[in-house]
């Protein structure tokens, strides 16, 4: 067995598996709140547009790990009432739950930028001829800017998941099982912190390989029929 | 909200926010000064002199910065040769590990930004600069370098903002700047919101004087002016 490891091999591989369930649901909620922020940021009301830019400023001038602290261990108390509520005391919030929060926030902060030049990058003539043809905004959103604009944003939010799966390694901190604490726990076990870092390590490169040549699939199939004309 | 707890630990967090600025000034410097051959080898024509620098780039971008932290902190002391040589004094200090790793770290990045500054510069400036009878290495000098320095500011200040909010993670090697600060004040008033409130309001002020800083640099240099903008 090459990837045996004095036992610690598959123990890592459970972590690899983790860490990308943390990235994908972080990604699913940055998505969200990306597009919720954008949309924001781009609308006719002064209010929701000052919403959608202090939550892209505050949650982008904030270290990441400080966030995945804050929300693990600032949330106790709110949890606990919560809990009270429903009648069952010991409520709290996961590493995992407290690590998707924390990271899809920080994720949701960089795409409303990306989402935000997207949306501005579609001709104001699209919207326009969707109104002309009596759609709702609502169906031009969905039906005309929406499609385009996954488009535009994706090499941008590519960078962005990149960075999230780095990111996954700070939710260790807070005691989550994926690679960097199962490669902790082997350190601690077998005294040889430099090996199971570097595989560690490699993981990640592994993983942010992968996730470059999923990206590069999906822009290409997100352009089909676009002929980038010859400059 | 306790304000009164935040008040009564200002001090404390002043002094993690001054070790946080030590370490971002003294990784991104340094980081520079390590980016500048591997950004002009990594602009090279040549695939053997770009291949080693685009090795070390790979690898520190492609693995989180965590990960670097621990392989220089921990990772090291595996080995008898390090643990018996002279740099040991060094390498078992935290404070040396976290600026070891991020200039490592911010170096392969700014190396980025100056390979694109450098491709940037417009080829009849550096043709104008060897009809001139420039040398290859003083056109580099006198030429691109400054010319290359004002297309990457931008850039430069983005990955400073990135470095600042990185330095957070030197808090898991026991150093207490800021985040590090935060969390030992808190281990002893059980006031997380309060504190991390408090150290994230720290962040936002560092990284907007950052900002403006280096907007009065970019205008200083005529930046866009340079750009044709």
């Not at chain 1, 990308?20 to 699913?28: E, V, Y």
């Not at chain 1, 602290?69 to 407290?98: C, H, Q, W």
């Not at chain 2, 866009?224 to 903008?229: I, P």
Request: aromatic content about 10%.
């Amino acid at each position: 067995m090459i990837f045996d490891l004095h036992g610690f091999g598959p123990a890592l591989l459970a972590g690899a598996l983790m860490t990308i369930q943390l990235a994908l649901s972080a990604l699913c909620l940055g998505l969200v709140l990306g597009l919720l922020g954008a949309l924001a940021k781009t609308s006719p009301h002064k209010p929701l547009q000052w919403l959608g830019g202090s939550y892209s400023t505050i949650v982008r001038g904030v270290p990441e790990l400080l966030w995945v602290l804050l929300i693990y261990f600032g949330t106790v108390n709110l949890m606990r009432s919560i809990g009270e509520a429903l009648g069952k005391p010991d409520l709290e919030l996961n590493a995992f739950a407290a690590g998707t929060i924390a990271l899809g926030l920080c994720f949701g902060a960089y795409a409303t930028e990306v989402f935000r030049g997207a949306i501005l990058a579609i001709p104001k003539g699209h919207r326009e001829a969707g109104q002309a043809l009596g759609l709702s905004s609502p169906r031009i959103f969905w039906r005309l800017i929406l499609p385009q604009m996954w488009r535009i944003a994706l090499p941008g939010l590519g960078n962005l998941f990149m960075i999230l799966m780095k990111d996954t390694a700070l939710v260790s901190v807070i005691g989550l099982e994926e690679i960097m604490r199962r490669a902790q726990i082997a350190v601690t076990a077998s005294k040889e912190p430099f090996t199971f870092f570097l595989v560690a390590a490699f993981i990640y490169l592994g993983l942010t390989v992968l996730a470059m040549i999923g990206m590069h699939f999906l822009e290409k199939r997100s352009s089909r029929g676009f002929v980038r004309s010859a400059s | 909200m306790n304000w009164e707890v935040i008040v009564k630990y200002l001090p404390k967090l002043l002094e993690g926010a001054w070790l946080t600025l030590e370490l971002v000034a003294i990784a991104v410097i340094a980081g520079l000064i390590l980016a500048l051959p591997m950004g002009i080898a990594r602009a090279s024509r040549h695939w053997y002199v770009r291949a080693l620098p685009y090795g070390y780039i790979f690898f520190f971008r492609g693995t989180p910065l965590l990960v670097q932290l621990f392989l220089v902190y921990y990772g090291v002391a595996q080995f008898d040769i390090v643990r018996n040589g002279p740099l040991w004094p060094y390498l078992r200090d935290p404070y040396w590990c976290a600026i070891l790793t991020m200039t490592m770290h911010t170096a392969a990045y700014i190396a980025e930004i100056l390979r694109g500054a450098i491709q940037a510069v417009p080829p009849g400036e550096i043709e104008a600069a060897r009809a001139l009878g420039m040398s290859r290495a003083q056109a580099m000098l006198y030429i691109i370098l400054p010319r290359a320095a004002r297309i990457g500011l931008p850039a430069y200040s983005n990955e400073v903002i990135l470095m600042l909010k990185a330095s957070a993670l030197a808090s898991t090697v026991t150093l207490l700047e800021l985040t590090g600060m935060a969390r030992t004040i808190i281990a002893r008033t059980y006031l997380p919101v309060e504190i991390f409130f408090a150290a994230g309001m720290f962040y936002l002020v560092i990284a907007y004087v950052l900002v403006r800083g280096f907007k009065l640099l970019e205008r200083r240099l005529r930046v866009d002016a340079c750009q044709g903008r």
